[in-house]
């Protein structure tokens, strides 16, 4: 399943990138449009969360860059943007004009729809046949790049449970959450490689290798 | 509920340490005496969650000597040792006769019994009211010292949410578990900062203080 580290196979890793509070969620509970973090501890926004990307982004440059140097990336249904009677009006979810992505973006839905190509080099595509399709369009579209599952947990969760992951990076964060949302959630047992560990005032990033 | 940084007050901090899973498990399902870590991805020992302790004793000795300063320590009833009748033998738990912990230890159990004396200065004592008077009594025994709860989970878990503990000291190691004992389980949701981090090759350490 993991890659060789040579990559003579030609192809980049997998790799979801999370943010989670020590608890291991990447969500609270009662998520809604107005509360995307749900019950997050704060303003349901995940500024708590994602206070070491928003407020020392300098610190953190290092993973932002890994993150954007992918190719590819997979995203949930909800990470696109909140349920709005699905695609019965133009909407481009939460990310604006000018995604980060700057890729293509493949969006795990139930709700078929074409292609949006936003400003900046972001395209989302609707993929409605599943996991194992989008990872298979990502790919392709990847070339020899990585491609990153950018979450939520459960479209993570579920490409860990079916062995389709090389790599995790984490951004654990010091709170907790208490009920939400939550990676590895009916995930079998990993075995993981610790390739990565660094600390910033904010959050500590973990990078690991699946083994099994 | 935290200790001011001056520690005017003459009394050291409650520590809770402890190492878990990246999905936050101390111990997998179905623990028995023979598996006292049950499930754990291995062969029930605990051997991979605490490979960091005893393979690479040297990279980690700072965390190891910082556990070892510890003026008292309380731990759960089966952290103590496995349930064998309760006290109706002699017996000495987990631990063999030269403990280390090199002070005294309070242990939660419903089964009073007389306090054990043990070499190299560990002596365990027995309480059967509560985790309050576990507390009281090792704050007493520590004097200006710190005081370690040493685990399991259950037993971090009741004074976190009872809101006595000042300061987590966890080590979080890289594999899943996917159930068993878990830590936070049950806990209000916790405002934390993260105060160290520090990676060494089988483990990240994280410290976090307690904020609310």
Not at 20 to 36: C, H, M, N
Not at 184 to 207: C, D, I, N, W
């Amino acid at each position: 399943m993991t890659q060789p580290d040579d990559m003579t196979n030609g192809m980049g890793k997998v790799i979801c990138d999370i943010t989670i509070s020590i608890d291991g969620y990447s969500a609270g509970l009662d998520q809604t449009e107005e509360r995307p973090f749900g019950d997050d501890g704060g303003d349901g926004s995940g500024g708590m969360l994602h206070a070491w990307m928003f407020d020392t982004p300098e610190e953190n440059r290092a993973e932002a860059d890994q993150f954007a140097a992918a190719k590819a990336f997979i995203m949930g249904r909800n990470m696109f943007g909140p349920v709005r009677g699905e695609w019965d009006r133009p909407w481009n979810g939460w990310w604006g004009e000018d995604p980060p992505f700057h890729a293509p973006v493949f969006v795990l839905t139930h709700h078929a729809r074409d292609p949006q190509q936003m400003d900046g080099g972001t395209t989302f595509y609707f993929v409605t046949d599943g996991i194992a399709s989008a990872l298979s369009q990502a790919r392709e579209a990847a070339g020899d790049g990585d491609v990153v599952i950018a979450g939520g947990a459960t479209a993570i969760n579920q490409y860990l449970a079916a062995g389709l992951i090389d790599e995790l990076q984490l951004h654990i964060v010091p709170l907790t959450l208490g009920a939400g949302t939550r990676l590895f959630e009916g995930v079998p047992q990993l075995k993981l490689e610790q390739v990565r560990s660094r600390a910033a005032s904010l959050v500590t990033h973990v990078t690991y290798r699946v083994l099994s």
